[in-house]
């Protein structure tokens, strides 16, 4: 079986292609080195992929059709797993026609190629953020979705509307997953867990938005890529597949509560300042992960501590 990820080289899409390696899997990866953050963190996520010879990698743009049809006319790709997007609440507000085109029309892009080949399944990376200010939790995949309040909320959003159109009108085999809050070795430098850890081993100040209530559904990385990979085993079983699912740990965490949780770890107390909570912001994430685990065999097995706690371990090797 060969899997195409795009996102390879990002924090989630490296530790997936190294299950899928590892799984016996060949893997195909795409990245284009979007400079959100330092290229050569994620150059270095891929090391240990590019050592093993059922890996093949190829920098580009999603949005570059004949880019990806070069790829797909010269492997047979029988499932794609797209989790290239351009990732960020607040920043999505900032810049939002380059989120715009890079989250749908990559998805879009990558869907209108798919649709010519002979295996047309695909595991779409939605977001928990597409549920918004939702008031009702946990949240369902069932529930309505009328609360985004962010552009990068909008543009998962149409992802998955799109998946659903192209499923109906070419018969994409599609799952959708929506991923909460993931934290590990490789995460992004600027989210909470990474610079909350980093902050408080160099005695760097950290900033605490609002009161500290705010809640999310930190998922250790692990247990995504585990969930990832049980999509692509039943989307290899299923024909006329469309599903969604959450993967989250469904277990909320508070700010204030994940900031005693750093300090335990780091062994340090966190010198912290106070600011408004910025927009787009939502006060709580909560995954019902009932359907993963009954269709996906999904079971999140680290919780925060432990996590942490190796999250921190690669930190001060890396750093």
């Known amino acids: 079986m060969r899997v195409l990820v795009t996102g390879a080289a990002?924090?989630?899409?490296?530790?997936?292609?190294?299950?899928?390696?590892e799984r016996g899997l060949n893997v195909v990866g795409i990245d284009?080195?979007?400079?959100?953050?330092?290229?050569?963190?994620?150059?270095?996520?891929?090391?240990?992929?590019?050592?093993?010879?059922?890996?093949t990698f190829f920098e580009g743009d999603l949005r570059d059709k004949k880019f990806l049809e070069s790829i797909y006319n010269k492997f047979q790709i029988d499932c794609t797993v797209h989790l290239a997007a351009k990732a960020g609440v607040r920043p999505s507000l900032q810049n939002p026609f380059e989120y715009i085109s890079s989250n749908i029309e990559g998805t879009v892009s990558?869907?209108?190629?798919?649709?010519?080949?002979?295996?047309?399944?695909?595991v779409f990376a939605s977001s928990s953020s597409v549920y918004g200010q939702s008031i009702?939790?946990?949240?369902?995949?069932?529930?309505?979705?009328?609360?985004?309040?962010?552009?990068?909320?909008?543009?998962?959003?149409?992802?998955?509307?799109?998946?659903?159109?192209?499923?109906?009108?070419?018969?994409?085999?599609?799952?959708?997953?929506?991923?909460f809050t993931v934290y590990g070795p490789r995460q992004r430098p600027d989210l909470a867990i990474s610079k909350f850890l980093s902050s408080c081993m160099k005695g760097e100040k950290i900033t605490l938005f609002g009161d500290g209530s705010m809640q999310?559904?930190?998922?250790?990385?692990?247990?995504?890529?585990d969930g990832i990979f049980s999509a692509v085993e039943r989307l290899d079983l299923k024909k006329g597949c469309y599903e969604i699912f959450n993967l989250g740990n469904s277990c909320?965490?508070?700010?204030?509560?994940?900031?005693?949780?750093?300090?335990?770890?780091?062994?340090?107390?966190?010198?912290?300042?106070?600011?408004?909570?910025?927009?787009?912001d939502v006060s709580i994430t909560y995954a019902n992960i009932e359907e993963?685990?009954?269709?996906?065999?999904?079971?999140?097995?680290?919780?925060l501590m432990e996590g942490l706690q190796i999250f921190y371990n690669w930190m001060k090797i890396r750093y």
Request: charged letters at 25%.
């Open 10 to 21: 990002g924090f989630v899409g490296s530790h997936l292609s190294e299950l899928a390696l």
């Open 32 to 55: 284009n080195f979007d400079p959100f953050y330092d290229p050569s963190l994620k150059k270095e996520n891929i090391e240990l992929a590019l050592e093993n010879d059922r890996y």
């Open 110 to 122: 990558i869907m209108e190629v798919i649709k010519t080949q002979a295996s047309k399944k695909l």
């Open 136 to 179: 009702k939790i946990p949240f369902c995949e069932s529930d309505p979705l009328s609360e985004a309040i962010s552009i990068y909320a909008a543009t998962k959003l149409s992802g998955e509307n799109f998946t659903k159109m192209y499923h109906n009108l070419y018969s994409l085999d599609v799952i959708n997953l929506r991923l």
């Open 216 to 225: 999310r559904d930190y998922t250790y990385v692990k247990d995504i890529v």
């Open 252 to 280: 909320p965490v508070s700010l204030s509560h994940l900031i005693s949780a750093v300090e335990k770890t780091v062994g340090k107390k966190c010198i912290i300042e106070n600011k408004d909570v910025p927009q787009g």
């Open 292 to 303: 993963a685990k009954k269709y996906l065999n999904y079971e999140p097995k680290v919780n």
